[in-house]
């Protein structure tokens, strides 16, 4: 069973930037697929940027690009999200995501098998 703890909200002003973080509680990491999703209020879980376990490529929703990067480190078995530029819409609940298999698109919940519990961004104008 694989655990993950997010960290790094918080709440800025529009155009300012905030890193997440995401640990995984196993060395088992570097073999996961990873992503980060948020969830605004009364919206539907989105995939917000994925990660292949080599770090071979990265994924982002067309609301992102450009702004937000995902990176891992395997040694220290932890998922980052770089937001920069943030806007009142990004504003939700950001959940980091772990999946074994890692089969299907990156954005679709159904390809990872673990959750962590959130950690909120609140983006003020």
């Known amino acids: 069973q694989v655990q993950l703890v997010e960290s790094g909200g918080g709440s800025v002003q529009a155009g300012g930037s905030l890193t997440l973080s995401c640990v995984a509680s196993e060395s088992a990491n570097s073999k996961k697929c990873m992503g980060w999703f948020r969830q605004a209020p009364g919206k539907e879980r989105e995939g917000v940027a994925g990660?292949?376990?080599?770090?071979?490529?990265?994924y982002y929703a067309d609301s992102v690009k450009g702004r937000f990067t995902i990176s891992r480190d395997n040694a220290e078995n932890t998922v980052y999200l770089q937001m920069n530029s943030l806007k009142p819409e990004d504003t939700a609940m950001y959940y980091c995501?772990?999946?074994?298999?890692?089969?299907?698109?990156?954005?679709?919940?159904?390809?990872?098998?673990?959750w962590g519990q959130g950690t909120q961004v609140t983006v003020s104008s």
């Open positions: 990660i292949s376990s080599g770090s071979f490529s990265t």
């Open positions: 995501a772990a999946g074994q298999s890692c089969w299907g698109p990156w954005n679709k919940e159904s390809r990872y098998n673990y």
